[in-house]
């Protein structure tokens, strides 16, 4: 009788944390299809978004002692989900560049392009932590995780245009932190 009452966030959130399956069932039936569509707009076929909403409930379930029932459930459920799927992105691209160089053997490089490989990925790694985080974020997403904004906009709560300005702006600033590593530009034609 009482799956006929709604119930808060806290008291799902409570019988999550002392175990109660039947809560995790109704949990997943409720809002499996919503978070299979928000994991497909993050994977975009790189990764399968049943095993990314399955991995966050099973997150939820795993861990469940730490979660604060004073917290919004549904945004707990979404952050399971992101986090899951760019756990998932992380590792496709793992995987890519692993058989990208099994592949593709590279002729070994001069030591001193190497040297100065090294000290270029060292200054833009540099550069990258030294951006404000939410900038940093967008970057990482953009750049890294190959998001498009329309996603990192989604998984954000930003809008699209918010995402872009911090886009623009993140380049702005590691082109003047990388400055003394990049050729001169000249004028335009």
Same mark, same amino acid.
């Given at each position: ?7 808060? %966030?806290? +008291?799902?959130? +409570? ?21 299979? $569509? !928000? ?8 990764? %399968? ?7 966050? !409930?099973?997150?939820?379930?795993? @861990? ?11 945004? /707990? #459920?979404?952050? #399971? ?12 691209? $793992? ?10 053997? *590279? ?12 000290? /270029? ?12 985080? =939410?900038?940093?974020?967008? !970057? ?13 906009? +989604?998984? /954000?709560? =930003?809008s ?5 300005? @911090?886009?623009s #702006?993140a380049?702005?600033? /590691?082109?003047?932190?990388? *400055?003394?590593? #990049? &050729?001169? $530009?000249?004028?335009? &034609?």
């Open positions: 009788m009482t799956d006929l009452i709604p119930r808060s %966030d806290a +008291e799902l959130l +409570e019988d999550i944390r002392k175990g109660d399956p039947g809560t995790l069932a109704r949990l997943q039936a409720g809002y499996w299809n919503r978070l299979l $569509r !928000f994991a497909d707009g993050i994977v975009q076929g790189r990764a %399968d978004p049943q095993d990314v909403v399955q991995e966050a !409930f099973i997150r939820l379930w795993t @861990h469940r002692e730490r979660w604060d029932a004073r917290g919004s459930l549904r945004s /707990l #459920l979404y952050t #399971l989900t992101r986090n899951a799927a760019l756990d998932e992105l992380r590792s496709w691209r $793992r995987a890519e560049k692993a058989a990208d160089a099994v592949t593709a053997p *590279a002729a070994p490089p001069a030591p001193s392009d190497a040297a100065v490989a090294a000290e /270029l990925r060292r200054a833009a790694a540099s550069a990258v932590a030294g951006l404000p985080p =939410l900038r940093r974020e967008v !970057f990482r997403l953009a750049r890294e995780e190959g998001l498009t904004y329309g996603e990192i906009a +989604e998984v /954000l709560g =930003l699209p245009q918010t995402v872009a300005n @911090h886009m #702006l380049l702005a600033d /590691l082109r003047r932190a990388l *400055a003394p590593y #990049l &050729p001169e $530009r000249g004028p335009p &034609p």
